[in-house]
């Protein structure tokens, strides 16, 4: 404080009462107690008195019991502003006071059989509902009034909040000032007087033996949780063969965007090509809901969130094949459907899916076939029919296809919109625990799918390998042969 230069300084315990100038001259009168605790804080007081009075002057207390903790803890407010209307769960969560509650100790050791309860009472919603963990509070206040004029309530102000939850977690707010410069606090009126006050931890450290006793005793408790959750867990764990790759696809067609018409749903599959397999309870295929759509900035976004579960196996039948594997293919078809329940292709799209584990968010574009004229415009709008794809699988190359080349030559077809996967993968295999292959080179297809961080390098440093081969090929057939002679000559 600029002025006057008054200092105080006091060292408080975890709730000890330290009373102010207000509470010492409400508490002398024995006619204003009224609860047991005032009649407490009325014969402590009397005590302090005949002590020779308080040692404190400006820094006193609210502990966990008094009255002014449960009147600020149901005056919080949300936000910050002057206006602010409590809400339905507010007003809710300002009458439930988090203090520690009297339950019975068999209630608290027994295992809770009733997982859910079907019909709850309006007293089990109300101690439910919120996150009732109990805390003890305490506030260490400072009267900032003028000198000779302390015991006014409007200038009390909080300097420091400390709060305790049965978990043993300590919440200081402000913390501890450290290095940090002293906390200020700038009141209102004619001389702007300025407080600046700090925070330091004097607590006693523990001792050695005493820190290595908790810290055995952490290590038993978190002995005895892992066990319980082995327990729970079982150590029957599938384990794959050997030469045996599991993957897992927890899917999710999020959303289709930028499409004709409204009313929209997906059918999919999955492919699997050749050394691949799935359980028979697996369900390859499926159709999400018909959703309509809602308007997203310049787009039409129909939202799915439809999910979808893919296992799958990969059997790598000859050890000595060095080919990268085929992944599964997922096609899929984007459908409407009108009120007179006729149904029109919108588009039609692939993915591969991901080899590399982890999550993967795909937008997939896709395209419809399309006929030359008007009439197949018209046809399309009043009756519905369109052209279709006999074969989903002709969207990539098809599985039935065993020539050299595909000509697509004469197929017309236009972009419409796109789809929007979100594809959490998972891998299990052996190989991913022989930590002897990772030291040596990789010897197989399933050793290189092992390191699924090199997959995907794989098939890139392979694809470029082959354009820039193509390329070459394509730049030497250009060249005229007297030129590629003479050049091989001079070599």
Known sequence: RPSGKEEEEAEVGWQEKLFSQFEVDLYQNASACQTPLDRQYHEDILKLEKAGGRKNCRIFTYTDHDRFTNLEEHRQKVTDSDHEVPS??????????????????????????????????????????????????????????????????EYEHILCTIKVDSNGVITVKPDFTGSKGPYRIELDGDKRE????????????????????????????????????????????????????????????????????????????????????????????????????????LENVAYFCYLFTLEMFFTQADESEDSLPQWPVLYFEVLSLDSWQRYRVEGYGSLVLPASPGLHVLTIPTWRPVEQGTVAELRRFFIGGSLELEDLTYVRIPSTFKGERLSRLGFRTEATGSVTFRLHCLQQSKAFLETSALRQRMQSVLDRIGGFSQQSSVYSVLEAFQRARRRMQEARESLPQDLISTSASTV
Request: glycine content about 8%; proline content about 5%; some cysteine.
């Open 88 to 153: 339905y769960l507010a007003e809710r969560m300002a009458n439930v006071r988090r203090r520690r509650q009297d339950r019975k100790p068999a209630e608290s050791s027994s295992v809770k059989s009733k997982i859910i309860t079907w019909e709850p009472s309006e007293e089990f919603i109300k101690n439910n509902h919120v996150i009732n963990t109990p805390v003890q509070t305490m506030y260490i206040m400072g009267d900032l009034g003028p000198y000779g004029k302390l015991g006014r309530r």
């Open 194 to 297: 300025v407080w600046k006050y700090t925070i330091e931890n004097v607590s006693v450290q523990v001792q050695p033996e005493e820190e290595e006793r908790e810290q055995r005793m952490f290590r038993d408790l978190y002995g005895r949780h892992k066990e319980y959750l082995s327990g729970l867990v079982g150590s029957e764990f599938e384990m794959t063969l050997p030469g045996t790759l599991r993957l897992f696809v927890n899917g999710e067609i999020v959303s289709a965007q930028g499409y004709e018409y409204d009313n929209l749903y997906v059918h999919f599959f999955v492919e699997l090509p050749d050394q691949w397999s799935s359980p028979a309870f697996q369900q390859l295929s499926g159709v999400t809901q018909t959703c309509a759509t809602k308007t997203v900035g």
